[in-house]
Every structure is written in structure tokens, then in C-alpha cells.
């Protein structure tokens, strides 16, 4: 079955440091989705690629999808204390209705 | 989170014991998800749902059982729980018109002695 592999699996920053997680599934992704986390929360959709190559800014974060579709990262300039939470990434092969998860990147930020 | 409701929040269930949890939408979302999150395991689909009356296993369906009878209302039954079934079960609903965006309720706990 598909496989998405996400990586750190855990990063302490300082504030203000740059933080980065990285995605990689087995097979080629109609779309990636990210989403975020909040300690003792549910998972909050961030944003949705579906182009080769796409990369898409909100703010202080910057996603892309790599040009095979296989691979996404997602990447936080300057973290602040409100980024604390847990990314995960999710993917959707062609033809299929469900998303795969990643297992997730938990970011912690101290002041 | 979209009209998204998760009953019950919290409950501890001796081994053995039955259960149902429910998710409910106020919005018309034909697709329901439910999910179990699990430390570093991240969210494992385990059954779903792409429309009133139908259901289909996901990755980890073993030891569950599903309903939608109601377009609303999607439920997962354990009918006898088992330690490894301590959990977080979050139900997700999606709008197969929209970009796929995936809303989740705020969750369920669960824990098994």
C-alpha cells in the first residue's frame, strides 16, 4: 500500500529560528495536503497542492510539491510561539477517495 | 471545524465492553472519515463512508464496525473493546465539491482497561 513518510519526527527551535519537515511518499500524489495540530487539539487543514512544482505562501510558510508529485515540504521562517503543534502531511493518489497521513512532524518553539 | 460533532469526549471502557461513538455534521458533506491517532503513529483511516448507506474499510478496520444510515451521522461501534483500542478517534467530514479540504471533529478518547 502507499507509504508517506514524513521527517523530523521531532525539532526544538528557538524563536525566531527557521524550521522545515519534509514528506515523501512511495507513489506519485494526485494532491498533498498539509495540516497542523495544536497540543490536545484535532488536526487543522492548512493548504492543498495538486501542481508538479507547485509552491503556494501563507504568510511566514512556504509549501511545495516536488515536480514527480512524490514529495512536499513545508517550511517556517522565523518561528514563533503560536507554530507549536504538530504538521502533518496527507496525500491522495488518482482515483482514490481517501488521504494517507504521514505520521507527522511535532515542532516545539521556546522563547 | 465545520459542523463537526464528536459524542462522547471521554470514556473508559472495561475489556470486553461495547461502545458506539458518533459523528455528526450540520452540513450536507457526503464523504465521513473516521480516523484513530495513536503516539507517532499519526491518523490511521479506519473505515469511511462516501455516502448515505455505504461504508468501506480503510487501512486498520479490524475490531470495528460502521453505519450511515443518515447522511449526518456517522457511527463507529467496537462491540467488544480491547486495551489496544486506547485511542484518539477523530471522525472527519469532506465536500466533494470543495478542494477536498478535510474537517475534523474535535475527537474522542477512548480508553480500554
Known amino acids: 500500500g502507499q507509504q508517506v513518510m514524513q521527517i523530523p519526527q521531532y525539532q526544538h527551535v528557538q524563536e525566531g529560528e527557521d524550521f522545515t519537515t519534509y514528506c515523501n511518499s512511495s507513489?506519485?500524489?494526485?494532491?498533498i495536503q498539509w495540516y497542523k495540530q495544536r497540543p490536545g487539539g484535532h488536526p487543522v487543514f492548512l493548504i492543498q497542492?495538486?501542481?508538479?512544482?507547485e509552491v503556494k505562501k501563507q504568510k511566514r510558510l512556504t509549501f511545495q510539491f516536488g515536480e514527480a508529485k512524490k514529495n512536499s515540504s513545508l517550511h517556517i521562517t522565523a518561528t514563533q510561539t503560536t507554530d507549536v503543534g504538530t504538521y502533518f502531511c496527507?496525500?491522495?493518489?488518482?482515483?482514490?477517495?481517501?488521504?494517507?497521513f504521514g505520521k507527522g512532524t511535532m515542532l516545539l518553539v521556546s522563547p | 471545524n465545520a459542523g463537526v460533532t464528536q459524542t462522547p469526549k471521554f470514556r473508559v471502557l472495561k475489556t470486553g465492553q461495547s461502545m458506539t461513538l458518533l459523528c455528526a455534521q450540520d452540513?450536507?458533506?457526503?464523504?465521513m472519515y473516521w480516523y484513530r491517532q495513536d503516539p507517532g503513529m499519526g491518523l490511521r483511516l479506519i473505515h469511511y463512508?462516501?455516502?448515505?448507506?455505504?461504508?468501506a474499510k480503510g487501512e486498520v478496520p479490524d475490531g470495528y464496525n460502521v453505519s450511515r444510515l443518515k447522511k449526518q451521522n456517522f457511527l463507529l461501534g467496537l462491540e467488544s473493546a480491547a486495551p489496544s483500542q486506547t485511542s484518539v478517534y477523530f471522525c472527519?467530514?469532506?465536500?466533494?465539491?470543495?478542494?477536498?479540504?478535510?474537517?475534523f471533529g474535535p475527537g474522542t478518547r477512548l480508553l480500554v482497561l
Open positions: 507513489t506519485t500524489l494526485s494532491n
Open positions: 472527519a467530514i469532506r465536500d466533494r465539491v470543495e478542494e477536498e479540504t478535510q474537517y
Open positions: 463512508s462516501v455516502g448515505e448507506g455505504t461504508t
Open positions: 452540513m450536507n458533506h457526503e464523504y
Open positions: 497542492l495538486v501542481k508538479s512544482g
Open positions: 496527507a496525500g491522495r493518489r488518482s482515483g482514490y477517495s481517501t488521504l494517507t
